[in-house]
């Protein structure tokens, strides 16, 4: 079983988000799980030009690191994500290899994998930065086991005890991938957006080939 931990603050090895994802991997490398972490703040990831290859072809037009990310991701039973708040929102970093998926999206490439979320604040708003990663992997067609947060203005004592729950999430989502969870409102969300979503495939059938062929595929449409 393999998990990817993302971390994404520019920080590097001074981020407090990446104690927490630390933290996830050590938890989950001691329930049995081969694990990897992907810093993608030192990436060379450009921005998303909307050119539609990915949707035409499968293949991504621009030639950066973003390629093997997703490989790896593709690949991965479990993701875990992670990110400093930014002004409420994840990283660029962050947000710019989201942006970087729109097949993923549209093929729900995550299908059948489980994830869960890391953040850490100055301040506040931790489950708002969390549900914006656990919508993506939602958005990917995942399942989601939780998050973890910390406010630094809580102080040593708040961080001690989010890297704990951290670590114990870590061990979770290896018994989540190993006793393939349901999770039923998940389900429904992720048949719900399919129904939805196959009349824009459809819709699109001539500009999206590989998008229709996938969903022709999968018995989708
Ligand atoms: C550009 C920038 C924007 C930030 N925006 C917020 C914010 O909106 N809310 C907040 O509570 N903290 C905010 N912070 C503080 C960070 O979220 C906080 O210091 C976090 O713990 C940094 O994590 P890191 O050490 O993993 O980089 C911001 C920090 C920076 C550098």
């Known amino acids: 079983m393999k998990i990817i931990g993302i971390s994404s603050s520019p920080r590097g090895k001074n981020s407090s988000t990446l104690k927490l994802l630390d933290a996830a991997l050590a938890g ?11 810093d993608v703040a030192k990436l060379n990831l450009k921005y998303c030009t909307a050119c539609n290859s990915c949707h035409e072809t499968g293949v991504c037009s621009i030639k950066d690191d973003y390629q ?29 290899l989201f942006d970087r998926c729109p097949r993923v999206i549209h093929e729900q490439l995550f299908d059948g994998k489980y994830g869960f979320s890391l953040t850490t604040a100055g301040s506040g708003e931790i489950d708002f930065v969390l549900d914006i990663m656990n919508n993506f992997m939602a958005h990917c067609g995942g399942n989601f086991t939780g998050g973890v947060g910390c406010s630094m203005a809580e102080g040593p004592s708040a961080m001690a005890a989010a890297i704990e729950k951290s670590q114990g999430m870590g061990k979770d989502l290896v018994e989540a991938i190993k006793e393939k969870r349901q999770y039923p409102e998940q389900e429904a969300a992720h048949e719900a957006w399919r129904g939805q979503f196959k009349y824009v495939i459809l819709a699109n059938k001539e500009h999206w080939p590989h998008n229709c062929d996938y969903w022709t595929e999968k018995g989708w449409i």
């Open 68 to 96: 093997p990310v997703i490989e790896k991701l593709l690949a991965a039973d479990g993701i875990i994500l992670s990110s400093p708040n930014y002004i409420t929102n994840v990283t660029a970093q962050l947000k710019t």
């Open 28 to 38: 989950a490398a001691r329930a049995g799980a081969e694990v990897e972490k992907i």
